[in-house]
């Protein structure tokens, strides 16, 4: 029998130590460490090692495996191309706002198309899996379920039915055997999470992990699962809005920051091919405070509006809140606005927000925040035809931004004509030439052409 020795983990930061501390040393949260019981690593690291002697690493065969389609162009562009066989991807997000009903769906389509599906859930019963295929309309017999908690006895279940894609539904409920600890505990979730990613190399099945996220939104457990993972997906929305964010966090096989949108509806999720139509839904044109930016998620560009309020402080200091862009980035540009152009906004309560709860950080969207603010603070509407683009420094001059020729093309598909751009990045001019480029230098200079 192994020998156990007992470790501690910071369930924040994963820091391990060998005794309970009250503070951690590593992320200075308190009162953060669990017990951990860890085996020691013995005859399976070494008969691993005899398995698999090393070879040449170019020169040697190689052959990169057909990924699995997953049936969704949208899903296939968030995972790089598909699902990469072997790969353990770890899907993370608020409870009910949708990761069952998702790997439900991609399930069944990978099960019609790729090979047999083990659906594994630990939180519901055979019932209820049963009653929301139905709502989603999934037929077939190659994909099954099982309600196995237990890891060891999961291991056989997954030899007899060789699966091509496993999913677990969740890892929190998840139990190795060996461990005396409680599911859902971070040697319990790390022990659980090692054994599968082992598994799914070895017999080379695809397996997604649902993971439960805390109340700051970070995935529950230290981050050392986001490290065991091939790929980590968050999936985001807001409550009362019925579309939803895929997003790639971390991604060993594809682009990293790449989303995909869908909406939620009676029959599941139904992808969004054009989100940025969807973003820009009744847009009321005209409006002193609207102004459109185009940002960028991993590689596609999406055109959302920035909404800014500006009104006098009643009582106490002055206000500033936002949703949807970088609160820091929001304050800087105010007082740039401040500063560099003159306008009086240090007794005015700031409200920033982007239409549809997309959150853009990028500070290429900084320009369009100042419009926003500036057209909303003197009362006068940015023409509705206009996109801003650029990032503002502290001297309230505006700098190049990457891939503009991208969100250019973007916002004429929707039929943007008039863009306000870094004068860096005005060289693209002369490529379209019946579009009406602005090219400025300094905040000061986008109002004058805009406002
Ligand atoms: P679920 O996939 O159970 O969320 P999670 O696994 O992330 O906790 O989704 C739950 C919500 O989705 C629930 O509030 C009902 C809603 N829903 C629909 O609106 N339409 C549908 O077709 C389905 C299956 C769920
Ligand atoms: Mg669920």
Same mark, same amino acid.
């Given at each position: 029998m192994a020998r156990e020795r007992i470790s501690f983990f910071c369930?924040?930061?994963g820091h391990e130590t060998g005794k309970w501390l009250?503070?951690?040393?590593?992320?200075?949260?308190?009162?953060t460490f669990q017990e951990a019981p860890v085996k020691t690593k013995g005859a399976r690291t070494s008969s691993a090692a005899a398995e698999h002697p090393p070879e040449p690493l170019?020169?040697?065969?190689?052959t990169e495996e057909r990924r699995l389609p997953t049936h969704s162009t949208e899903m296939d562009r968030v995972l790089g191309g598909g699902i990469v066989p072997g790969s353990v991807i770890l899907l993370g997000g608020d409870p009910g706002i949708g990761k069952s009903t998702l790997l439900l769906q991609l399930a069944a389509a990978v099960g019609e198309q790729s090979g047999i599906v083990l659906y594994v859930s630990g939180e519901e019963s055979r019932q209820q899996v049963q009653m929301r295929a139905q709502r989603l309309g999934i037929c077939g017999d190659r994909l099954f379920f099982s309600s196995e908690a237990d890891l060891g006895r999961l291991r056989n279940a997954l030899e007899t039915v060789k699966p091509a894609l496993a999913i677990i539904?969740?890892?929190?409920?998840m139990s190795h055997p060996d461990l005396q600890v409680p599911p859902g505990s971070i040697g319990q979730l790390r022990e659980c999470t090692a054994e599968l990613v082992r598994l799914a190399k070895f017999q080379n099945f695809s397996c997604f992990l649902i993971g439960h996220v805390t109340k700051d939104g970070s #995935?529950?457990?230290?981050r050392v699962l986001e490290h065991m993972v091939d790929t980590v997906l968050s999936f985001e929305g807001e409550r009362h809005q019925n579309f939803r964010l895929l997003r790639a966090v971390k991604n060993r096989f594809g682009a990293t920051n790449e989303i995909a949108v869908f909406t939620m509806g009676e029959a599941g999720l139904a992808e969004v091919a054009n989100p940025s139509a969807l973003f820009l839904d009744g847009r009321a044109a005209d409006i002193p405070g609207s102004v459109v930016v185009a940002a960028l998620e991993g590689t596609r560009p999406v055109l959302v509006e920035v909404q800014a309020l500006v009104c006098p402080t009643v009582f106490g200091s002055p206000r500033r809140a936002t949703t949807g862009v970088d609160y820091n980035r929001v304050v800087l540009t105010a007082a740039v606005l401040e500063k560099?152009?003159? #306008?009086? #906004?240090?007794n005015q309560d700031i409200y920033v927000s982007v239409v549809g709860g997309l959150k853009v950080i990028e500070p290429a969207v900084d320009l369009g925040v100042a419009l926003a603010l500036a057209s909303n603070f003197r009362n006068i509407p940015v023409d509705a035809g206009t996109v801003a683009l650029g990032e503002i420094g502290l001297t309230g001059e505006v700098r190049a931004c990457g891939q503009v020729e991208q969100r250019l093309r973007e916002a004429v598909r929707l039929g943007f004509r008039r863009f306000v751009i870094p004068e860096r990045n005005i060289e693209i001019r002369e490529r379209y030439p019946d579009l009406e480029l602005i090219g400025v230098k300094t905040v000061r200079e986008a109002l004058d052409r805009s406002l």
């Open positions: 369930s924040s930061c009250g503070r951690c040393p590593g992320c200075g949260g308190w009162n170019i020169g040697a065969t190689f539904d969740s890892i929190q409920t #995935l529950a457990g230290p560099r152009v003159g #306008l009086n #906004l240090a």
